[in-house]
């Protein structure tokens, strides 16, 4: 996803910088969907054989076992993580690197620090309440990066408009 984006960037800053705002948005609209389909289809695999993933990193049934059922998990809502990485990176190609690190520390450091201490509390099995942190910071840091991307976005294309006016 990190690789898609990082070659998608010098397209879409060459064209934000020509004002070229209708190659933006469809260069942003290929990035996001080509990242949600390598996201989904990521998804899929693990969730449909989870052994396998657990098995290329141990021989051990009962460690395979049980980390298939925590993976599930833990990628719960990876899925949705291609909308993460090409908002992230499309907000460095338009020259907002400070949006793009609020949304990648908000992510691991302002959301998921405090679930792995909240979320155990929150169900019975505390180790589960550990691996639920990543799904339920994910799901939040994708709500919240997609919304202000949105802002962001339109804010940066009716500048570019306004300038080729």
């Not at 499309?90 to 302002?110: C, D, E």
Request: charged share 10%; proline share 4%.
């Amino acid at each position: 996803l990190q690789g898609i984006a990082q070659g998608a960037q010098p397209i879409t800053s060459y064209n934000y910088g020509a004002n070229n705002t209708e190659r933006v948005k469809k260069t942003f609209r290929v990035l996001l969907t080509v990242n949600l389909i390598y996201s989904v289809t990521l998804w899929l695999a693990v969730m449909l054989m989870p052994q396998f993933f657990v098995s290329i990193f141990t021989p051990e049934t009962a460690m395979i076992e049980f980390a298939s059922k925590v993976l599930r998990v833990y990628m719960a809502v990876m899925f949705l993580f291609g909308i993460q990485i090409a908002c992230q990176m499309t907000f460095t190609a338009l020259g907002n690197a400070t949006s793009s690190i609020i949304v990648a520390v908000t992510r691991k450091f302002i959301l998921l620090l405090p679930l792995i201490y909240i979320m155990p509390h929150m169900v019975s099995n505390k180790t589960m309440g550990v691996y639920l942190a990543e799904p339920v910071a994910d799901f939040i840091a994708v709500t919240f990066t997609a919304i202000l991307f949105y802002f962001q976005f339109r804010k940066a294309m009716r500048k570019v408009e306004s300038q080729s006016v």
